[in-house]
């Protein structure tokens, strides 16, 4: 697959309404300004906003959508002002590709953050006036700023799930200390999230705790992915027998869940943080005020967090669980996606099956 630089011809899959119904579809990407770099897409993660905008569940989506914020690829092309990457390297681009650059926090790499808003790697209005389009296409044209370097080593299927999945639980686990061997770490949710929360967990030297309620998942949880031990939520027997154990607790689910049941299982002083999105967070002031608790939400991750956690995975060969599928494929994953039959991420082979 090559993407010579010709104006039309970005090959992509996109929704063209609600439906989420993603179908081939050819349009144009900018012309390479002089702080770009051009990459041809080989993989591209399966996430779950990939469901959310495709199928306009949040009112705002821009048809045609093409979804993907998970890429890695080989740079083909850098402009003049470039000096961090050329032709050929291995390169990520995450959730996002733009932000203001110059307040507080764009300043201190945390560009996720930036006050005049971040632009999103898809349906978003990028600095042209264009809607952005994520990695179900061949190349995508980005801000150098907003590339990551991809470990030499790294396999770059793998790679991919970590621009989005594994930044998510990885930055808060390091902005709140979650690296300090022998303390104790909570992981509600099994999914593409999850399981890096794990696999960081183990990786920090924490005590994981797996809390699901699928019964189904203990056997992966443990032999699979090392928790130390696994707890079925929805049993009151088994979470009182964990009670004021944990020191921290990543909360991956996005559906709707108590919140008090595993409060309770913190630590005084426990920090509980929630990185999915509930309709809503209900619980009980004493759950937070009688243990000195913390609760903390957090979305991926900054520009230099998010290069720290690739170096750290390619040193210590933390790789996620994936699948990985042909574009052909892109409409079952995405339904299968909802119906959370996947370990533990799709990765789309754009290079091999993008034609």
Not at 5 to 22: F, M
Not at 149 to 175: E, F, K, Q, S, W
Not at 314 to 323: F, G, L, M, R, V
């Amino acid at each position: 697959m090559s993407c010579e630089i010709v104006k039309e011809d970005c090959l992509a899959w996109a929704a063209r309404d609600p439906s989420g119904v993603l179908s081939p579809y050819k349009f144009s990407r900018r012309d390479v300004g002089g702080d770009d770099v051009s990459l041809n897409i080989t993989h591209c993660g399966v996430c779950y906003a990939d469901v959310i905008w495709t199928r306009n569940k949040h009112g705002d989506s821009k048809y045609p959508l093409v979804p993907g914020h998970e890429i890695v690829g080989i740079v083909k092309e850098v402009g003049s002002n470039v000096s961090r990457f050329k032709a050929g390297d291995r390169v990520g681009v995450g959730t996002y590709v733009g932000s203001c650059r110059d307040c507080e926090y764009c300043n201190d790499g945390q560009e996720v953050n930036c006050v005049k808003g971040t632009v999103y790697t898809f349906n978003a209005i990028d600095v042209d006036g264009t809607i952005t389009k994520g990695g179900y296409s061949s190349y995508i044209v980005v801000h150098e700023r907003y590339c990551f370097r991809i470990p030499d080593d790294y396999p770059m299927a793998l790679a991919a799930p970590l621009l989005c999945a594994g930044i998510t639980v990885y930055n808060p686990m390091m902005r709140h200390g979650m690296n300090q061997p022998g303390k104790s770490l909570g992981v509600i949710g099994l999914g593409g999230l999850g399981h890096m929360a794990v696999k960081f967990g183990k990786a920090f030297g924490l005590k994981v705790t797996v809390f699901s309620t699928s019964i189904s998942k203990r056997e992966e949880a443990l032999s699979v992915l090392g928790a130390d031990d696994f707890v079925v939520s929805s049993d009151p027997e088994q979470m009182k027998a964990f009670s004021k154990s944990m020191d921290f607790i990543v909360d991956t689910a996005s559906g709707d869940h108590p919140f008090d049941p595993y409060m309770s299982t913190l630590k005084t002083a426990g920090v509980f943080v929630l990185v999915g999105f509930p309709s809503e967070v209900k619980f009980s002031p004493a759950s937070l005020n009688l243990g000195m608790r913390t609760i903390s939400g957090s979305i991926t991750g900054g520009t230099k967090v998010t290069q720290e956690m690739l170096d750290f995975c390619a040193a210590h060969k933390i790789y996620p669980k994936i699948e990985v599928i042909p574009i052909q494929y892109a409409n079952e994953a995405l339904e299968r996606l909802v119906k959370k039959d996947v370990k533990y991420r799709f990765v789309i082979d754009i290079e091999n099956s993008l034609e």
